[in-house]
């Protein structure tokens, strides 16, 4: 299983970003879809997660401006950006927790922790 996160980029404050992760692989099932941030010197944050029946949690800073949203379809997870500020600025991880997968013809259950490699988001004033 593996993760694949995109859509960063430089923005100016103001502007909006849309990220995307897509986890690969045969999953049958992905409990937690999420999106975690890390900027320099500081450590690892949630910025929002959904779960599958689709209940969402979001960190005070993003609320009003944030939006995530998920295609179990596709096991994709999105995060729509809006009003960015200087302070979003970090490199964003994609996260999920609570899969079931196939892995040499075989059921697993996991309750390990799945990491994206990140992607920067960097916002100017």
């Known amino acids: 299983v593996q993760l694949q996160a995109s859509g960063g980029g430089l923005v100016q404050a103001g502007e909006s970003l849309r990220l995307s992760c897509t986890a690969s692989?045969?999953?049958?099932?992905?409990?937690?879809l999420g999106w975690y941030r890390q900027a320099p010197g500081k450590q690892r944050d949630l910025v929002a997660l959904?779960?599958?029946?689709?209940?969402?949690t979001y960190a005070d800073s993003v609320k009003g401006r944030f939006t995530i949203s998920r295609d179990n379809a596709k096991n994709t997870v999105y995060l729509q950006m809006n009003s960015l500020k200087p302070g979003d600025t970090a490199v964003y991880y994609c996260?999920?927790?609570?899969?079931?997968?196939?892995?040499?013809?075989?059921?697993?259950?996991?309750?390990?922790?799945?990491w994206g490699k990140g992607t920067q988001v960097t916002v100017f004033s």
């Open positions: 692989g045969r999953i049958l099932r992905i409990d937690d």
């Open positions: 959904m779960s599958s029946s689709g209940s969402t």
């Open positions: 996260h999920a927790k609570g899969l079931v997968y196939m892995e040499y013809g075989s059921m697993v259950a996991s309750g390990e922790d799945f």
